[in-house]
């Protein structure tokens, strides 16, 4: 059969048919709301107050770890830019559009392989290049196993690296095949300017320089040996092997899992991983794609040990196995290639060590690939009758369509999510874990909480997933202010993710829930230990600084307390709870400029909280070292009339103020009782007693009452 003529009237005909299965399959996606790590992702981009730096770290980044998905996030960063966090459907329809955009690039790759193999094999069966390619992208688009990866904000990585991934293929096989040099070097140049796109945006952009190498061999004409194949482009077979065998070592070598990928798993070591991504495929990826049926994120085990083992060498074996059926259909390019980009899209995550062990996203080119290879069977099989062709393929594209809704409905939230994962694998502990995760966090706290505490009494000793159950009841006992036990629970899961090597998401959760129930019980040491860890993690959260700035005051550090509390504050201008240490630490650092704006921001925080007896003592501190000395003798007084106790600030203020009115002996009068009560209260409440004074309107003529 003769290379067809390409007729843009169908190829436009099946882009819109490809449309309209994407838009019925994954439409519902865009009601979809925040899931799994997806805020996790997403909050250190919330408060970012410097883009212009932030874009120039990311371009940094790239250039100097371009495996840690630069490109993802920078088009989270847009996201945020434009919604912030309030229209989860603005980041889920760019993930929809995506996808779009890659089954059309799969379609349209599939045809250009389809017609060169026409064009080259003269024996090869036959086939319409059109149909195979519209069900191929069909297929595709409406498979459930490509769900997860369109419904889940944080699987946009995914969605990248196929988009330029297919881009690079496009391009690389317009600058081999073309004989003009014009369009032989636009081919090559965009072809891998797509190619570091696609490694900025995940690690398995990597292998594209290996699927361009594959690609060359098994173009070649049945008519040329491979040596004439091969030599008569030598310069361009060379640029290919380098690539494909030296940059991803290269690359790999400062290679860090991206965060947010696996939460509470613990890291298995390179050989187990290895074993377990083997089972994986083998027991869930090809089976849920030739059974679409039972999508989880936690598959369930055989019960057998043995056999489970079994099984995990066996799927390590099934690449070698794909490879050689690649290599004996060599001539049936629409089958040899798709099966080698399957080989090099698993390659990645089975030898990259990551907490998460399994997720359907990792699955998503090998789909379309294999989409390619069901389609290729029935096109050839029903040549002769394409009404039939037509007609399976819809009915299973319909199917498919229903599934993906199905499994779509349940990507709605945690809840439904991990409920629905926990009714699939009952007697998974992870999934039991993680469905209490969900309904604590998802506004059901004390529910979650009790059954946390449940689960914990029944498996005993059993540290099994334990860590996930001590951030529920550590949370809990955080958010109903029973500090001491949130204390133990987040210290005890800490001890166990350090001992099980579970990942950094988790980790932060609890050193972040540590730091703020021991800066709550004035446990300052370990309040600032576990803060200046986690704001490595997620250096963007209010509330991280906030605790660091009164870590600091504790240590009469005023300059840093300023610097974090200032943070925390244009971080979040709308926590209140900053401004009356942000005020101490404005005062304590003694510039008369510093001092003036302790007291407009002690002022302000007075207006929202009221009158307290600490903040009352602030104030009056403020209103002193700014000068205000009338305004500091009626907060004073205030605070005395409401009989709150009078400690050691309340007399080192009054010393402060008979020392600016030049009372010495009342000053030292002061001075000995505050001393008395609290030796340190001169390092705690600095008095610099150098701005110049408001003019007062009349003298005080009272003195302060000293206790017997």
């Not at 309209?20 to 439409?27: D, I």
């Not at 799969?106 to 392989?113: C, M």
């Not at 874990?433 to 506004?443: H, K, L, P």
């Not at 909480?449 to 334990?466: C, D």
Request: charged share 15%.
């Amino acid at each position: 059969m003769t290379e067809p003529k390409i007729n843009y009237r169908y190829l436009g005909t099946i882009a819109y048919v490809v449309a309209a299965v994407v838009l019925a399959c994954h439409l519902q996606s865009l009601w979809n709301k925040f899931v799994y790590m997806d805020k996790f992702n997403l909050w250190p981009l919330i408060a970012i107050l410097d883009w212009p730096k932030f874009w120039l770290e990311t371009l940094t980044q790239c250039l100097t770890s371009p495996l840690s998905e630069p490109l993802f996030r920078a088009t989270l960063a847009l996201d945020v830019q434009g919604v912030r966090m309030r229209y989860p459907s603005v980041y889920h329809s760019i993930n929809l559009a995506l996808h779009l955009g890659n089954c059309l690039l799969w379609g349209g790759l599939v045809f250009r392989i389809a017609r060169y193999q026409l064009k080259t094999w003269k024996n090869s069966l036959e086939f319409n290049p059109y149909l195979l390619a519209v069900v191929a992208a069909c297929l595709f688009a409406s498979h459930p196993i490509t769900s997860e990866t369109v419904g889940y904000i944080s699987a946009r990585s995914t969605l990248l690296v196929t988009f330029y991934y297919l881009a690079s293929l496009h391009c690389f096989m317009l600058g081999f095949l073309t004989k003009e040099i014009t369009p032989g070097l636009f081919g090559y140049g965009f072809g891998y300017f797509f190619v570091i796109l696609a490694t900025w945006s995940s690690a398995q952009g990597i292998t594209a320089p290996a699927a361009f190498l594959c690609l060359t061999v098994l173009m070649k004409p049945q008519k040329e040996t491979y040596r004439d194949w091969l030599v008569s482009r030598p310069y361009e077979f060379f640029a290919q092997l380098f690539l494909a065998l030296v940059v991803p070592f290269v690359l790999l070598v400062k290679y860090v899992a991206p965060i947010g990928n696996g939460f509470g798993l613990e890291k298995l070591s390179p050989f187990d991983y290895l074993l377990s991504q083997g089972q994986m495929l083998l027991t869930y990826y090809l089976r849920v794609f030739f059974v679409p049926y039972g999508f989880t994120l936690d598959p369930p085990q055989l019960p057998v040990l043995a056999l489970n083992q079994a099984l995990s060498f066996i799927g390590v074996l099934v690449p070698l196995l794909l490879l050689y059926i690649a290599y004996r259909m060599r001539t049936t390019l629409v089958v040899s290639f798709p099966l080698v980009l399957l080989v090099l899209s698993l390659l990645p995550n089975f030898v990259m060590v990551q907490p998460e062990v399994v997720s359907d996203r990792r699955f998503y080119i090998a789909a379309a690939c294999l989409c390619s290879v069901v389609a290729y069977a029935i096109s050839v099989k029903l040549f002769e009758k394409p009404k039939v062709l037509i007609a399976i393929s819809s009915a299973l594209i319909l199917l498919f369509c229903g599934l993906t809704n199905w499994r779509t409905y349940y990507w709605y939230d945690d809840v439904r999510l991990w409920s629905q994962t926990y009714k699939l694998n009952p007697t998974s502990k992870r999934s039991q874990a993680m469905d209490i995760w969900a309904q604590a966090f998802q506004g059901e706290l004390d529910k979650g909480a009790e059954r946390a505490e449940k689960v914990l009494n029944e498996q005993g000793n059993s540290n099994e997933n334990r860590a996930i159950l001590d951030l529920v009841l550590g949370t809990h006992r955080l958010k109903r202010k029973k500090y001491d036990e949130s204390k133990k629970y987040f210290t005890e899961g800490l001890a166990l993710a350090d001992k099980q090597h579970l990942s950094s998401e988790i980790i932060w959760e609890m050193q972040s829930g540590l730091a703020e129930a021991a800066n709550a019980t004035d446990d300052f040491v370990t309040a600032r230990k576990y803060a200046t860890e986690a704001v490595k993690v997620q250096p963007n959260r209010s509330n991280l600084h906030l605790i660091l700035g009164r870590c600091y005051l504790a240590e009469y550090n005023h300059n840093a307390a300023f610097l974090e509390l200032q943070q925390a504050h244009l971080l979040d201008r709308y926590n209140a709870d900053v401004l009356e240490p942000l005020a101490r630490a404005c005062i304590g650092v003694g510039t008369t400029q510093m001092q003036d704006l302790g007291w407009k921001i002690a002022t302000q925080a007075r207006q929202v909280f009221g009158t307290g007896d600490a903040l009352l003592l602030t104030t009056a501190y403020a209103a002193l070292e700014s000068g205000h000395l009338e305004e500091a003798l009626g907060y004073l007084e205030t605070y005395a009339a409401a009989k709150n106790p009078k400690n050691s600030d309340y007399y080192y203020l009054f010393y402060g103020l008979y020392k600016r009115l030049k009372w010495e002996k009342q000053a030292q009068e002061a001075l000995f009782i505050a001393e008395k009560m609290d030796p340190d209260v001169r390092k705690r409440t600095k008095l610099f007693l150098n701005h110049p004074i408001v003019p007062l309107k009349k003298l005080p003529n009272t003195a302060v009452q000293y206790p017997k």
